[in-house]
């Protein structure tokens, strides 16, 4: 791993902190100022579901903002201490056009398929419902 490739990820990791900090500042600036005005105001049920979703979203977006600034922390402590390229789960070069498009990546092409697999399959359940005997339903998190 040439060190002028970790220097510049490295440079670039830490603009893109500071970009999700923003982000994150922006939401949790948002988050505050929309529990106040629920508390002041009365508003029908239509009105109340939407800002309960609108509340939602937010706070799902905050938690992406933040679990993003830890990755990225992450990728910049192994630049630091020269671990930074190698695949957490293999032990493998990760590959400087990966590391290029995702500077933050701590797997390798081949164990990153093969975690986004079983991501998959783990999102899959089984029914065991009369009638609807072992029928596999997928579903999404939202």
């Known amino acids: 791993m040439g ?47 939407s800002d309960e979703k609108d509340l939602r979203s937010k706070i799902y977006l905050h938690k992406l903002a933040i679990d993003r600034i830890e990755v990225i922390r992450k990728s910049i402590l192994a630049i630091d201490s020269g671990n930074y390229g190698i695949c957490c789960n293999c ?18 092409v081949s164990c990153k398929t093969d975690h986004e697999e079983i991501d998959r399959i783990e999102k899959q359940k089984f029914v065991t419902t009369p009638g609807l005997q072992n029928m596999k339903i997928s579903y999404f998190a939202s």
């Open 3 to 49: 060190i002028e490739i970790s220097i510049d990820n490295r440079k670039n990791l830490i603009e893109e902190i500071k970009n999700v900090q923003k982000i994150a500042t922006g939401l949790e600036k948002e988050l505050r100022e929309s529990s106040q005005t629920n508390n002041i105001s009365l508003q029908n049920i239509n009105d109340s579901a």
């Open 91 to 108: 032990g493998d070069t990760i590959d400087k056009r990966r590391l290029a498009v995702a500077p933050e990546s701590t797997l390798c």
